[in-house]
């Protein structure tokens, strides 16, 4: 055979797919190789005018098929930081890179240090800054200090199946005085599983943007999430759902706010409770005159997220008053007019926040502000010594209530849904399954009443 002839090595199909790689992420002017003799992976850069740089990459990064990805991704950082700085050079870059990830590593495997990971953090949450309502981003903001909280507590998880069974021990449980686990976030409910996803994602950007170890790239199967979600208890639910004010303590909370000539609050708990409104939703009501007379037209805006924010803007739904035992004929439509006409308006802590949603961009303030005022109140002191469980979002769950529960007339679920705006699944999940034993109790009576007996 001439000499210069003999054959190369044939390479291994993953140092072709990481060359290749490499070449899609950056172009051609990035390469990769172990140089003969050498235990350290050397990374040659051609720049655009033909002169190229070549410097070793650090010794944890072995030319081996389980650190390829790893390679790629110090890869494309590097291009980054080069790009960014022109004046860098790839030493410089590769240096840089390292503090990245806290290249003095326990483990010698390119985990992040703390440095590190509070860094991806930062860039993750500043990432989901311009798409998420700031409710949504607080939730994200505590689930992502508590995976920080996870990362840095030893026994320090080396891989992402380590890390996310310790983040569920660590936060879904806590240990009381005698050392015995207490359940926190229930099993089988949202509260488990939306943590688990957004810690998740978190890891995803801190190995796919920041560097971290792929060896925190999530793997999560289908069965370990469900393990760690767990089942929820036939009859959890039961005692999270929401109380409805009954027809004669919505009747008594009018009488009492008038009585104590709260007139303006009197108006914002009659329009919610009379037509079914999310208390944000207060600013989002529209009187308007019709040719079947006045009506509520209400924005649907309130329930937007990334998702439905860019998508194109519902029609206002038209709200409907379920009249309640005992009241006034028309006194509904008649609170509607006055806040119509301006003769009456809501209270001024209330109108600040409803101006104030233009800025902000979101509506929670709003129904916040209401909240407060109405568990501001006496009446409402003294209501939730004997129920608790009751909240301002009451009077939204007493206009179903009515409906479905205090009138012999039946209402579809499907009308009752469309006019309180959500969907037809989730009035029956929140709305329509409440019932007290009473209640039962009367319906029986009344039913048996109406059946001739022989």
Known sequence: MPAGAQKRAKQPAWVKKLRSDIKADNGAGFLVKLPSG???????????????????????????????????????????????????????????????SGDKREDGEGAFNAEGWDNASERFLASLRPI????????????????????KTAPKPRNYEAFIRAYAEQHFYRKDKNSNLVVVTSAGGSGRKRGIEDVTRFLSFAVEECGASSRYRPKLSAALKNQLIGTRDVDSKVGRKTIPLKDEQFSDFLDWLQVNGKNQLRLAVGLVGYFGLRECELALVMPTETANGLQLKVGMQ?????????????????????????????????????????????????????????????????????????????????????????????????????????????????????????????????????????????????????????
């Not at 998420?132 to 990362?151: D, W």
């Open 38 to 100: 050498r235990s350290m992976v050397q990374l040659t850069v051609i720049f655009d005018d033909g002169t190229r740089q070549q410097n070793y990459l650090p010794k944890h990064l072995t030319w081996t098929a389980e650190d390829a990805l790893t390679i790629r991704e110090w890869t494309r950082d590097i291009r980054k930081i080069l790009v960014e700085d022109i004046s860098k050079t790839l030493k410089q870059a590769i240096v840089e890179r390292q503090g990245w």
């Open 132 to 151: 998420l309502r700031s409710n949504s981003l607080r939730l994200i903001e505590q689930r992502v200090a508590k995976a920080l909280n996870t990362l």
């Open 302 to 454: 309130a329930k937007a997220n990334s998702k439905t924010r860019s998508a194109p803007a519902k029609e206002p739904r038209t709200a409907m008053y379920a009249k309640c035992k005992g009241r006034p004929e028309n006194e509904a439509m008649d609170m509607l007019a006055q806040y119509h006409s301006g003769f009456v308006t809501f209270p001024k802590r209330l109108r600040k926040q409803i101006d104030q949603v233009g800025k902000k961009g979101f509506f929670r303030d709003v129904g916040d502000a209401f909240s407060e005022q109405v568990k501001s109140t006496q009446f409402w002191k003294d209501l939730i010594k004997t129920e608790p469980e009751m909240k301002p979002n009451s009077l939204r769950h007493s206009f179903a209530w009515r409906v479905h529960q205090s009138t012999e007339m039946i209402v579809p679920t499907r009308a009752v849904a469309a006019a309180m705006g959500h969907t037809h699944q989730t009035h029956m999940r929140y709305y329509a399954e409440f019932i007290d034993p009473d209640q039962v109790r009367k319906v029986f009576e009344q039913f048996n009443q109406s059946v001739h007996s022989a």
